[in-house]
């Protein structure tokens, strides 16, 4: 049986059994040193050899009720044959200025919507998810929930806006959110169309909090074959979206997860199909620390039992 714990730092209690075996040894030497001396050689021997037999179980049985203490306190868990268990997704967003360029149809901002409808409508029921957008800053547009309906009405409400691109600001905050239900597999799902040039957290300390928190991301350049005119400037001097690959590779790579490059609406949405399919759920697990509880009160009990009950089987 494999056995997953939660808090693998109690079992450094375990050499605390150590301790409590020599203690218990000096304590019963020191019992018998004090014990009242025998005229008859023979029945010393006899009542000794019994007395020696029964302090043996008694120390077997309370190190093996502390050792069903500790386990549990290291809280165990076993994986369930069948079950799998649900995934933290989150989508991070760009919702900069250039996410309203028509180079893809209707525009980025709407086909990236659509791209993650159809990585939500694909999800698991146990799966949770949730979003975030950034443009001079992150902003959490659906908390991580199990109802994705409600998510994609959320997601529908979106609309670009006239900022800058955080890109630093949305991963932290989507690995925040991915972080914030324990014991689950987390994803984070970040797209952006430009370069870092806004927002408080930097693009490394992001990435940082992430591997810190074991948090896997998944990046999606949005660009397109041609250069994309996004505006222009006082003078009248077109202003192109440009994407910074380098970064979006950067993040993937360091957070064991994968980057994606996308020129189109079509591709976007297999792009998010195919992130979709790449998900991997690890079987479901389920904590079995009562039963080392109920086996820790057991074994008490029954030294308790053979040491003062009436019907004692130990001479």
């Known amino acids: 049986m494999q056995f997953v714990f939660m808090n693998p ?16 040894r000096c304590m019963l030497k020191r019992k018998r040193r004090d014990a009242l001396k025998f005229s008859s ?42 079950e799998k268990e649900g995934v933290n997704v989150v989508l991070a967003i760009d919702s900069s200025g250039s996410m309203q360029a028509k180079d893809y149809k209707p525009s980025r ?4 919507k659509n791209a993650a409808k159809i990585l939500i409508n694909s999800l ?26 409600r998510v994609i009405e959320k997601l529908n409400s979106l609309q670009p806006k006239e900022g800058r691109t955080a890109i630093g600001d949305g991963l932290s905050l989507a690995v925040d959110m991915a972080t914030s239900i324990p014991n689950r597999k987390r994803i984070v799902i970040l797209l952006s169309d430009g370069v870092n040039n806004a927002g408080v957290v930097s693009p490394e300390e992001a990435i940082q909090f992430a591997k810190t928190e074991g948090v896997q991301v998944y990046t999606v350049g949005m660009g397109s074959e041609e250069r994309v005119v996004i505006g222009y ?21 360091q957070t064991n997860g994968r980057y994606f490059k996308s020129v189109n609406e079509r591709t976007l949405s297999e792009i998010y199909a195919t992130i979709s399919q790449n ?4 079987k479901e697990l ?15 009990l029954i030294e308790i039992y053979l040491r003062y009950g009436r019907y004692r089987v130990i001479p």
Do not use: C, N
């Open 286 to 300: 389920v904590s079995i620390k009562d039963w080392f509880i109920i086996l820790a009160l057991v074994t008490l």
């Open 9 to 24: 730092s109690m079992l450094a209690l375990l050499p605390l059994l150590l301790f409590v075996y020599i203690f218990i």
């Open 109 to 112: 901002f709407e086909a990236a």
């Open 41 to 82: 050689v023979y029945g010393l021997k006899v009542v000794s050899k019994g007395v020696r037999k029964r302090d043996m179980i008694f120390t077997a049985l309370i190190l093996l009720s502390l050792l069903f203490v500790i386990i549990a306190l290291a809280d165990p868990h076993i994986p369930l044959a069948q």
């Open 124 to 149: 698991q029921p146990k799966d949770y998810v949730g979003i975030v957008i950034f443009e001079s800053g992150a902003t959490t547009a659906a908390y991580l929930t199990p109802y994705k309906e």
């Open 279 to 282: 998900i991997k759920r690890e």
């Open 233 to 253: 400037d006082w003078l009248g001097r077109p202003q192109y979206a440009e994407l910074d690959e380098a970064l979006l590779k950067k993040i993937a790579q």
